[in-house]
């Protein structure tokens, strides 16, 4: 089985920006470098064939390249309590644009569709039972703001769970433009 997800890797600079942010959640699990991403769609386990199926329909995407920026910071909650800490960007209407036509591709290849409300966004930190409060972390960096950044292509992940969080694998890149 093969666990999948499209998303956006920001580019070098962006990521280290966000690098240098974090911190000042206690408990908090930050992402690494190489965790860096803006998701489209998650896909979930899949086999071979389906995992297949959708590569090849991604490469039917057609979608003009972009720019986005970083813009403020939010948190994801799960019962009341915070269970991640991101990253938001802006414009979302491109995002949110390109999200759909990578949704309408993974349909075509025999995936359900997806049913979440989507927010574009760059997870930061994950929260367990144990973090401690991030109203500091968001206070501090309410502004966060960035230079634009091109999107010139997406990317299909595969994604292995472990110990220390996931490890993403990028097994297929798609350009936008023309």
Same mark, same amino acid.
């Given at each position: 089985?093969?666990?999948?997800? %499209?998303?956006?890797?920001?580019?070098?600079?962006?990521?280290?920006?966000?690098?240098?942010?974090?911190?000042?959640?206690?408990?908090?699990?930050?992402?690494?470098?190489?965790?860096?991403?803006?998701?489209?769609r998650?896909?979930?386990?899949?086999?071979?064939?389906?995992?297949?199926? +959708?590569? +090849?329909?991604?490469?039917? %995407?057609?979608?003009?390249?972009f720019?986005?920026?970083?813009?403020?910071?939010?948190?994801?909650?799960?019962?009341?309590?915070?269970?991640?800490?991101?990253?938001?960007?802006?414009?979302?209407?491109?995002?949110?644009?390109?999200?759909?036509?990578?949704?309408?591709?993974? %349909?075509?290849?025999?995936?359900?569709?997806?049913?979440?409300?989507?927010?574009p966004h760059?997870?930061?930190a994950?929260?367990?039972?144990?973090?401690?409060?991030?109203?500091?972390?968001? =206070?501090?960096? %309410?502004?966060?703001a960035?230079?634009?950044?091109? +999107?010139?292509?997406?990317?299909?992940f =595969?994604?292995?769970?472990?110990?220390?969080?996931? +490890?993403?694998?990028?097994? =297929?890149?798609?350009?936008?433009?023309?």
């Amino acid at each position: 089985m093969h666990r999948l997800f %499209v998303g956006i890797r920001p580019p070098p600079a962006i990521r280290a920006q966000l690098l240098a942010l974090m911190g000042g959640v206690p408990g908090a699990r930050w992402q690494e470098d190489a965790q860096l991403h803006c998701t489209l769609r998650f896909i979930g386990e899949v086999d071979r064939h389906a995992a297949e199926d +959708i590569a +090849i329909a991604l490469g039917t %995407v057609r979608f003009p390249a972009f720019e986005v920026a970083l813009d403020g910071v939010g948190q994801f909650d799960s019962r009341g309590r915070p269970n991640a800490v991101w990253a938001g960007l802006r414009p979302h209407d491109a995002l949110s644009q390109l999200h759909y036509k990578v949704d309408q591709a993974i %349909v075509r290849a025999g995936q359900e569709p997806e049913r979440r409300a989507y927010l574009p966004h760059i997870t930061l930190a994950r929260l367990n039972r144990s973090a401690g409060p991030t109203d500091r972390f968001l =206070e501090a960096h %309410v502004g966060l703001a960035s230079t634009p950044f091109a +999107i010139e292509h997406f990317l299909l992940f =595969e994604s292995t769970l472990g110990g220390e969080g996931a +490890i993403y694998e990028a097994i =297929e890149r798609y350009p936008l433009g023309g």
